[in-house]
């Protein structure tokens, strides 16, 4: 079974990224455009959650490395987080709370409220920012500016 080991980077030997983790920074950003503009509540708080998991990836993509141990449990994107990038451990935290309320919502249980979900879509767009900073990538905001 493969699994991740944290394996710690500096800032400056991400330069070179991972093909793999420009497509999770790219998904992400398709989750996140997709929850802006998503009908319901329900709609936009899993499509922003999704992004947010996309956008963890990219992280373990960049400062992760797979290692073969027999017997390992498998591990969410959010136990492993702040393993490697310890910067992102209260977001871990708050995304895994979040996480059974995207099963949910998914799910077509009604769990979801309309700030619920439009809160987490800003949560989301931050951490995403956060995220494309800390891997060097230029980040633009997605969300709409006040006119």
């Given at each position: 079974m493969a699994i991740l080991v944290a394996t710690p980077r500096s800032a400056t030997?991400?330069?070179?990224?991972?093909?793999a983790?420009?497509?999770?920074?790219?998904?992400a950003r398709r989750s996140l455009a997709e929850a802006i503009v998503?009908?319901?509540?329900a709609d936009r708080y899993a499509a922003a959650h999704l992004a947010a998991l996309r956008a963890a990836a990219a992280v373990l993509a960049t400062r992760g490395r797979v290692q073969r141990k027999s017997r390992?449990?498998?591990?969410?994107?959010?136990?492993?987080?702040?393993?490697v990038a310890g910067e992102f451990?209260?977001?871990s935290d708050f995304f895994a709370a979040g996480a059974r309320k995207r099963t949910?919502?998914?799910?077509?249980?009604?769990?979801?409220?309309?700030?619920?979900?439009?809160?987490?879509?800003?949560e989301v767009e931050t951490f995403v920012e956060r995220v494309t900073a800390s891997l060097?990538?230029?980040?633009?905001s997605m969300l709409p500016t006040g006119s």
């Amino acid at each position: 079974m493969a699994i991740l080991v944290a394996t710690p980077r500096s800032a400056t030997a991400l330069s070179a990224l991972p093909s793999a983790a420009h497509e999770l920074i790219a998904a992400a950003r398709r989750s996140l455009a997709e929850a802006i503009v998503a009908s319901t509540a329900a709609d936009r708080y899993a499509a922003a959650h999704l992004a947010a998991l996309r956008a963890a990836a990219a992280v373990l993509a960049t400062r992760g490395r797979v290692q073969r141990k027999s017997r390992s449990r498998v591990r969410s994107v959010w136990q492993v987080l702040p393993e490697v990038a310890g910067e992102f451990a209260e977001w871990s935290d708050f995304f895994a709370a979040g996480a059974r309320k995207r099963t949910l919502a998914q799910a077509g249980v009604p769990c979801v409220t309309s700030r619920e979900a439009d809160d987490l879509v800003r949560e989301v767009e931050t951490f995403v920012e956060r995220v494309t900073a800390s891997l060097g990538v230029t980040h633009q905001s997605m969300l709409p500016t006040g006119s």
